[in-house]
C-alpha cells in the first residue's frame, strides 16, 4: 500500500502526482463520448523569488496551502494534481457537449480559481503574494493521447505568462506554431552566440552644454537569414531559457573590451564611458559581482567608467541581496542606475538604502512631458527627488526640442534619445562623440542644428 501510495501521489501535498494524473486522463478520454473535459495546467508566478528568499521550508508550505485551496474549490469528479515545483494540474469532468458553452464553463471555473490563489497566504509571519498562469485545454474523446494533452495545457499556460502572468490562456491550434517559432528562435540564438552574430550599438549620452559623457550600449542581433531581430523578441527568450547568462556575460565582456580600446586610442576616447543593462536572472546570480570584477580586471579597464542599470523590479524582490552585490561592485569603483524609473515600485523606502548613483526617467514620461501635465508633474518630482536624494538624473527617450527644454528648465542635465543620435555602430558612436567634443571636424552639424538653436535660445 506504501509503495502503491508513492508511486502515485505526491508526498508533500498529498495531492495525486503526474503519473496518477495521466492515469485518470487517460480513463476520461476513453469513456468520455459527446461531453467536453478540461485539463487546466497552473503554475504560480514568481515562486522561485518566494523560495530563494525565504527559504525551502516556506516554499513547501506556500506549495502545501496551494494544494489544500485547490482540493477545497474542486469538485469531488474532478482531479487535481501536484506535477512537482509549482506546477499543479486540474481535471474538469462533465463539461457541456456545446464547445463554446464548455469552454465559457472551463475559463470560469479558472477565473475563480486565479481569484482563489491570488488571496495572501499566512505562513508563519509571512503573507506571501503569489498569482497563477493558467492554461486550458479542452477535449473530448476523438482525443486520444493523454501526454499531448497536458502538453498543449502546458503551452496555453506560457502563453499565459507572456501575456503579463496572472492570466489564463485557452490552447488554439496556432499555439503550436508559436511554440514551434519559439524553439527554432532559441536554437538560433543558442548559435548566434557561437557565430559572433551579437554586436553593441551605442546610444549617445549628451550632457546640457552638448558634451557627449558616454554612451548606453544596446543589443542587437543580426540573424544571416532573417536579418536584424528585435531585442523585444529575443531578450524574454534569453531570460526564460537562461541564455541570458550567457549573453550577460558576453555583454559585460564585449563592454569592458570596448572601453579598454577607447583608453588605448588617446584623448577624446579616454573619459568615455558605458551604461550596459543588467538582466534580472543575471543579477541574481549569487556570484555576480565577482563575475563583473573579475571580467574588468582581465581588462585592466578603469571601474568607473562602467555603470551597470538594473529596473526597479530585480532590486525589490531580494532587497538585501541587492544591496550586498551593489556595495561590493561600488567599493570597486562600479556605479548604478536604475532604468526605466516611474514605472515600477519607485518607493523611498528602497531608494534611500540603495547605493545607487542614477535614476534614468522612463521614455513613457518623456514622450508627453510637454503637453501632458500629469507627465511633467512625474518628471518634475523625479528630478527634485533625484537632487534631494544626492542622484544624477538622465531622460531617456529625447526626440523634440520641447521635451530637452523642459528638462533643462527642471534640472535635468543629462540625455539621451534620436534628438541627438539613434544608437550607432561603434565607428559611427566615436565619431560623433569626437565632434561634439570639440575634436573631430564637425561635419555633420547640420543634422542638430534643432538642438544646437536650443542651446544659443537657452545661452547654454
Known amino acids: 500500500a506504501q509503495i502503491a501510495y508513492e508511486a502515485n501521489y505526491d508526498q508533500l501535498t498529498d495531492l495525486p502526482n503526474r503519473r496518477l494524473l495521466l492515469k485518470r486522463l487517460r480513463t476520461t478520454i476513453d469513456l468520455c463520448a459527446k461531453q467536453h473535459h478540461a485539463l487546466l495546467f497552473i503554475d504560480l508566478d514568481r515562486f522561485k523569488a518566494i523560495n530563494d528568499s525565504l527559504g525551502h521550508d516556506i516554499g513547501d508550505r506556500l506549495l502545501q496551502s496551494v494544494a489544500q485551496r485547490l482540493l477545497n474549490y474542486t469538485q469531488s469528479e474532478d482531479v487535481s494534481a501536484h506535477l512537482g515545483g509549482d506546477e499543479f494540474a486540474i481535471l474538469l469532468n462533465d463539461l457541456n457537449d456545446d464547445a463554446n458553452i464548455a469552454a465559457a464553463q472551463a475559463f470560469s471555473v479558472a477565473e475563480d480559481l486565479r481569484e482563489t490563489l491570488t488571496e495572501p497566504h499566512l505562513i508563519d509571519k509571512h503573507r506571501l503574494h503569489t498569482t497563477p498562469s493558467i492554461g486550458i485545454r479542452l477535449f473530448t474523446h476523438g482525443d ?10 502546458d503551452i496555453a ?17 496556432s499555439m503550436h506554431m508559436a511554440v514551434h517559432e519559439r524553439l527554432t528562435l532559441e536554437n538560433d540564438l543558442r548559435q548566434a552566440l557561437q557565430d559572433s552574430e551579437l554586436s553593441l ?22 540573424h544571416p537569414q532573417r536579418g536584424t531581430i528585435s531585442p523585444a523578441s529575443f531578450i524574454p527568450l534569453a531570460e526564460d531559457s537562461g541564455l541570458i547568462l550567457s549573453i550577460g556575460d558576453w555583454l559585460v565582456e564585449t563592454a569592458s573590451r570596448q572601453l579598454k580600446k577607447w583608453s588605448e586610442l588617446g584623448p577624446g576616447y579616454q573619459d568615455l564611458k558605458l551604461a550596459i543593462n543588467i538582466s534580472p536572472r543575471q543579477f541574481r546570480q549569487h556570484d555576480f559581482s565577482e563575475r563583473v570584477i573579475s571580467i574588468i580586471t582581465k581588462h585592466a579597464i578603469k571601474p568607473s567608467r562602467l555603470e551597470l542599470e ?33 514605472t515600477g515600485y519607485s518607493s523611498l523606502n528602497y531608494l534611500h538604502r540603495l547605493p545607487l548613483d542614477k535614476l534614468k526617467i522612463d521614455r513613457s514620461f518623456i514622450r508627453k512631458v510637454h503637453t501632458n501635465h500629469d507627465n511633467a508633474t512625474i518628471v518634475e518630482t523625479i528630478i527634485a527627488m533625484a ?26 542635465q543629462t540625455y539621451q534619445g534620436h534628438l541627438f543620435k539613434p544608437a550607432l555602430a561603434v565607428e559611427e558612436f566615436q565619431h560623433y562623440a569626437l565632434e561634439q567634443n570639440g575634436i573631430g571636424t564637425k561635419s555633420d552639424y547640420a543634422e542638430t542644428k534643432e538642438y544646437t538653436e536650443l542651446l544659443h535660445t537657452l545661452d547654454i
Open 144 to 153: 486520444r493521447d493523454a501526454e499531448a494533452l497536458l502538453r498543449e495545457a
Open 310 to 342: 538594473i529596473t526597479e523590479g530585480v532590486v525589490i524582490a531580494d532587497i538585501e541581496d541587492s544591496i550586498r552585490k551593489m556595495e561590493h561592485l561600488r567599493e570597486y569603483g562600479i556605479s548604478f542606475a536604475v532604468d526605466d524609473f516611474g
Open 387 to 412: 537632487h534631494h536624494l544626492e542622484l544624477e538624473v538622465i531622460a531617456e527617450g529625447v526626440s523634440k526640442s520641447e521635451q530637452l527644454h523642459f528638462l533643462m528648465e527642471n534640472g535635468c
Open 201 to 222: 550599438h551605442f546610444q549617445p549620452q549628451v550632457r546640457a552644454n552638448g558634451r557627449v559623457i558616454g554612451a548606453e550600449a544596446l543589443l542587437r542581433w543580426r
Open 157 to 173: 499556460m506560457y502563453r499565459a505568462k507572456e501575456k503579463g502572468r496572472n492570466a489564463i490562456q485557452i490552447f488554439t491550434p
